[in-house]
């Protein structure tokens, strides 16, 4: 009686044209990600086993939890395809499950091996005569079962309790790549998150103000996107230095429009840069209304500095959803370290709520920012962050 | 690099520290041991307090006397404050427990007001006084703080951050009075952190009428993890163990650490004349230079060159427009070592500007401030080479 990894792909299936290559983009993500930690993986219609190395079984874990375009996936017993085996599995699942202190639960089957002995109707009901008379402290219970034994009579019998959830969504990368406005905050991280489980392959850029901004707020940022590449398998952080694009906002500006030209200035070097390195758009965290700069019509002009698709995948969330979401990728504790990464002197205390395109969009033109842009994307940085298993 | 951090921490002289580690390979013994070993360390041991008692005593250089009251030696200033502040949960001033009522002063190091504000979560009554606009709390505003139940004052003797001389004498007076007028059977135990006081100002907290001072080595070129509480009056220990040092601060002492830090306190205190006036030239010519940069400010806002209510070693300078952070950072590339607030809580949350702003200073202004501070081995040039840097950092980065 073996473990293996039985994992479920979701929304791949439902794909009729293309599914092979979703399907070759997960298995080619599972490889390179699972590199030296599995054993063996086998493809196999809507399912995917995995024998992890002896040792490795955390790592295997952490990393099927991530990846997406996996919807869930459950340690199997893979057994020999008679009841006796099966029941033999159950049981040892069984028992796990009530030394955790668990007592309601139900068996569940499916049979693609229609050569089986038991209808999968029969399965279950000796499953659950076979837990109960091992364990007679366990009930069944059909609507609320604390724990389900799940039994799958395949090119082998896998037996298997709950299954843990995974990423879902598409495989990284299906969607073309995005680049990510990364800032030392809570949200961006978490936007970069859910577009990398929408099948975005993502970059992310990062702007520096140094000195106004610290190094320790770089370094921030630098492992915020540790964590993002956890998912996406790894990316580039790109740096561009805001340095003088910030002063001459500053000198040149309207006071209470300063914080609007900066994020117009942002879409602008995003654009250029996402053309130079095959991004096809931009991802940030902004959410409706949070701030001043995000209000509909401070959206409609930032957004009007890039032609490309904008993602917001944060824009209806409330800050508590996204704290949580935060908390889950396992964010949250490195985005809230006090470094702040823009600095107050040049926050408007009373900034524009609610810009008009054609008149702001003149006084931005104004300022003359284009070859301080051109210049700072032509100087970014590129760190490279390759792929590496994160436990939050 | 340019030191001007020196009141966050100062280098270690070299050969106190090799004749205290050779010392203490020398006697290893255990001060407690009753064996030869231990009765030679233990002489060692007390042959350190009783430099130490000295260097705190009256006097010309040439002849100081002693001090009255008790050294006990601790792991650092932090300890020593949180020995005389956590007494207070063993003060019976009333049959219901703990003591009631503490007065601090709003400007005090995080060793004080930290365990302050953990008192005051603990059920504490705990009074902050602010200072005037100059940094220094007045006593009267001490004595009208005080309260028939209050056990505990504690005000420290130079600000780490503006340079304030706290006038604990008058303030201790003006608590003898207060405390008559009150009908209390005695004045509440009056405490002072004197970390940046030591081998700086001259200090006798004898004569400042103190019940307690706390001490750390490393600000005047003694070792880390050395400090003292000077003693004149009884306090109760919250950490127990084996009775050492008046079983205040339970634990093997440590005379390696200990022995260097009566030198370099014996050192301090000996050469405190020509450092003092060494460190008022240096001010002057800072504050000259400052004041042709336009728009700096030397804090406390009306601070002079030689105002003698300031210790010359600190100054706060403030460059509005200009965020501190962001000066100190500038500067430190270019081989500068100042620092914003207290180094130790200034790293990245705002309770570095507690103090400023507890001055009544503008928010902006107390955001903009740098603090330069000077030690026996600045010279003219390092004020020089600073006062070249901030202004041009100053005018680049300025917004």
Redesign the interface.
Same mark, same amino acid.
């Given at each position: 009686m073996d473990t293996v990894y039985l994992v479920k792909i979701g929304e791949i299936l439902l794909k009729l044209g293309n599914r092979k290559e979703f399907e070759a983009r997960l298995k080619a993500d599972l490889k390179r990600r699972l590199e030296g930690k599995a054993a063996r993986i086998d493809y196999r219609p809507g399912r995917i086993f995995i024998e992890a190395r002896p040792g490795a079984e955390g790592d295997v874990e952490a990393i099927l939890a991530r990846v997406p375009g996996i919807n869930g996936f459950a340690r199997a017993y893979r057994v020999e395809k008679t009841p006796e085996a099966v029941f033999e599995a159950a049981v040892a699942v069984a028992r796990e499950a009530a030394s955790a202190g668990k007592r309601r639960f139900k068996a569940e089957s499916r049979r693609s091996d229609k050569s089986f002995p038991l209808t999968s109707y029969e399965l279950s009901r000796d499953i659950g005569a076979a837990a109960t008379d091992a364990l007679p402290e366990l009930v069944v219970d059909l609507h609320t079962p604390e724990f389900i034994i799940n039994a799958e009579i395949r090119e082998r019998a896998f037996v298997y309790g709950d299954t843990v959830h995974g990423t879902r969504g598409l495989p990284v990368g299906s969607q073309g790549r995005g680049l990510l406005l990364l800032s030392g905050g809570i949200d961006s991280p978490v936007a970069g998150w859910l577009m990398a489980s929408r099948g975005l392959g993502l970059d992310a850029v990062y702007y520096h103000a @140094? *000195? @106004?901004t610290?190094q320790?707020a770089h370094d921030k940022v630098v492992s915020l996107a540790r964590i993002v590449a956890g998912y996406t398998g790894g990316m580039n952080l790109w740096t561009v230095s805001f340095t003088e694009i910030q002063?001459r906002i500053?000198?040149l500006a309207r006071e209470d429009l300063t914080t609007l030209m900066m994020r117009a200035a942002m879409m602008e070097a995003a654009t250029l840069l996402a053309a130079r390195i095959g991004a096809n758009s931009l991802v940030t965290g902004e959410s409706l209304g949070q701030v001043a700069s995000q209000t509909v019509e401070n959206l409609r002009f930032t957004g009007s500095f890039t032609d490309l698709p904008v993602f917001r995948p944060l824009i209806g969330m409330d800050k508590e959803e996204t704290v949580g979401m935060a908390r889950h990728i396992g964010s949250f504790e490195t985005s809230i +370290? *006090? @470094?702040e990464d823009c600095?107050? +002197?040049?926050s408007p205390k009373h900034p524009m709520l609610r810009a008009d395109l054609a008149r702001e969009r003149k006084a931005y033109a104004d300022i003359g920012l284009g070859p301080l842009i051109e210049e700072a994307v032509n100087k970014v940085e590129r760190l490279p962050i390759p792929f590496q298993v994160t436990r939050p | 690099m340019i030191y001007l951090d020196w009141a966050s921490t100062s280098p270690p002289d070299e050969a106190i520290l090799q004749e205290s580690a050779a010392l203490a390979v020398r006697f290893f013994g255990n001060p407690s041991s009753r064996h030869g070993l231990g009765a030679e360390a233990s002489g060692r041991l007390e042959e350190a307090r009783a430099r130490l008692l000295r260097s705190l005593g009256g006097g010309r250089a040439a002849e100081l006397r002693p001090a009255q009251g008790r050294i006990v030696f601790t792991s650092g200033g932090s300890e020593a404050d949180a020995i005389a502040l956590l007494a207070m949960l063993r003060r019976k001033d009333t049959r219901r427990g703990p003591a009631p009522h503490i007065v601090v002063s709003a400007i005090e190091h995080s060793a004080v007001y930290e365990e302050a504000r953990l008192l005051e979560g603990m059920g504490m009554a705990v009074s902050y006084v602010n200072p005037g606009p100059d940094g220094i709390v007045s006593p009267g505003e001490v004595a009208s703080a005080l309260r028939k139940d209050t056990a505990l004052v504690a005000i420290m003797a130079v600000n780490n951050e503006t340079g304030a001389i706290q006038p604990l004498a008058g303030i201790g007076s003006a608590l003898r009075e207060a405390s008559a007028a009150l009908g209390r059977h005695e004045p509440p135990f009056f405490h002072s952190d004197a970390v940046q006081a030591l081998g700086k100002v001259s200090f006798d907290p004898e004569a400042l009428g103190l019940s307690s001072a706390a001490f750390s080595a490393h600000k005047l070129r003694g070792p880390r993890g050395t400090g003292a509480l000077w003693l004149g009056a009884k306090l109760e220990p919250l950490v127990l163990g084996g009775g050492q040092e008046e079983g205040l601060r339970p634990g093997t002492e440590n005379l390696q650490g200990d022995w260097a830090f009566s030198l370099a306190a014996e050192k301090s205190r000996t050469s405190l004349e020509a450092r003092r006036a060494h460190a008022r030239e240096l001010e002057a010519r800072l504050m000259a230079g400052l004041s042709s940069i336009e728009g700096a400010l030397a804090l406390p806002l009306g601070r002079a060159a030689g105002d003698e209510r300031y210790s010359p070693f600190i100054l706060s300078v403030a460059f509005p427009g200009l965020s501190g952070e962001v000066l100190a950072r500038a500067l430190s590339d270019a081989g500068i070592a100042v620092s914003t607030g207290a180094a130790c809580s200034s790293r990245g949350n705002k309770k570095g500007r507690r103090i400023l702003e507890a001055m009544g200073l503008r928010p902006d202004i107390a955001f903009s401030a740098i603090r330069v501070s000077t030690g026996d081995l600045t010279g003219e040039a390092d004020i020089d080479a600073f006062l070249e840097e901030a202004r041009s950092a100053y005018r680049k980065l300025k917004i």
């Open positions: @140094y *000195p @106004y610290s320790e002063m500053k000198q +370290l *006090p @470094y600095c107050v +002197l040049f | -």
